[in-house]
């Protein structure tokens, strides 16, 4: 059964480029609504959790100095099929192979600095938002 929340992060190089705002907007023009957001920066050992998934992986290194390189956004947002549809705004991980029109086709610079993640599913949407929210900061 589909949920219908997600969590998404503007990363380091979209907030360093100015594009908050602007992925705001588009996020809210495409029905998603806000019910958790906070502006932060992740330690490399928050960074390291995270991304816990892919550690021993080629990439999790930099990955991790990337994501605590400089502030993020972090959110949880709403919509009736939250994930899927994020994850076709968002576009795809490589800005180059991005939909049109996507977040990642507009702001993202390289598959490093691809301006945003999106939860790839449901049950990772959740331990996600939980990882960055209580309780308390979310609302429905």
């Known amino acids: 059964m589909a949920t219908n929340r997600t969590f998404t992060m ?18 809210n023009a495409a029905g998603f609504r806000i019910v958790a957001m ?3 920066r992740l330690s ?9 998934v892919h550690r021993g992986r080629p990439f999790y290194d930099e990955l991790v100095d990337f994501m605590s390189s400089g502030p993020i956004v972090a ?4 919509k009736e099929n939250a994930v899927a549809d994020f994850r076709t ?5 490589n800005p180059e192979e991005a939909a049109e029109g996507t ?3 507009k702001y993202a610079t390289s598959i490093g600095e691809n301006a945003v993640h999106g939860s790839d599913s449901d049950e990772n949407a959740d331990i996600e938002g939980s990882f960055h929210f209580a309780g308390t900061e979310i609302f429905a």
């Open 10 to 27: 503007i990363k380091p190089d979209a907030v360093r480029n100015g594009h908050i705002g602007a992925i705001l907007e588009q996020i």
């Open 38 to 40: 906070k502006y932060t």
């Open 44 to 52: 490399q050992e928050k960074a390291g959790a995270f991304y816990a």
């Open 75 to 78: 959110a949880i947002l709403e």
């Open 89 to 93: 705004l968002i576009g795809a991980t």
């Open 103 to 105: 977040i990642r086709a």
